[in-house]
C-alpha cells in the first residue's frame, strides 16, 4: 500500500519494522508500522494484509494513550461475555449517535474520551 499520509503535518509515511517503533521489544520486530518520522505519528499495520493496511489513522502520543483509554473501557463490554463483540460495537455507535459501525483506531482523541464516557456511564 502506498500514499499514507501524516493528518498532522501531511508528510507521507514509511513502512517500518516493529524495531523503530518498539527497539525494547524483540518480539514485536517482525510486525510493520506506517511512521512519521517528522511527526512521531504512527499505527500499526493488518499482519494479514499484503499491502500493509494501516490498522487505523496515524496517532500522536496523545491519540495513542486516548485510543488505549478507550479500548480499556469499552474491551471488557465484549470480553467479559456481556454482549457479544459485533453487538458491543453496535451499542457503541448507538451510544455514540454514528451513522457507521465505530473503529477507535480512526477516532480523534476527543472521540476516544467520548468513548470512555459512554462506557462508564452505562458501567455494563
Not at 7 to 13: H, Q, S, V
Not at 21 to 50: M, V
Not at 92 to 116: K, N, S, W
Amino acid at each position: 500500500m502506498t500514499g499514507v499520509v501524516c493528518d498532522y503535518c501531511g508528510n507521507p509515511a514509511e513502512l517500518v519494522g516493529g524495531a523503530v517503533i518498539y527497539p525494547h521489544r524483540p518480539d514485536l520486530g517482525h510486525l510493520k508500522f506506517w511512521l512519521c518520522a517528522p511527526c512521531g505519528a504512527w499505527t500499526g499495520t493488518h499482519s494479514n494484509s499484503a499491502d500493509h493496511k494501516p490498522k487505523g489513522r496515524l496517532a500522536n502520543a496523545e491519540l495513542r494513550a486516548a485510543r488505549i483509554q478507550a479500548h480499556t473501557a469499552f474491551d471488557p463490554i465484549w470480553q467479559r461475555g456481556g454482549l457479544r463483540r459485533g453487538e458491543a460495537y453496535r451499542w457503541l455507535r448507538d451510544q455514540l449517535a454514528l451513522d457507521a459501525q465505530p473503529h477507535i483506531g480512526f477516532m480523534d482523541a476527543e472521540q476516544c474520551r467520548r468513548v470512555v464516557e459512554v462506557c462508564r456511564e452505562a458501567a455494563l
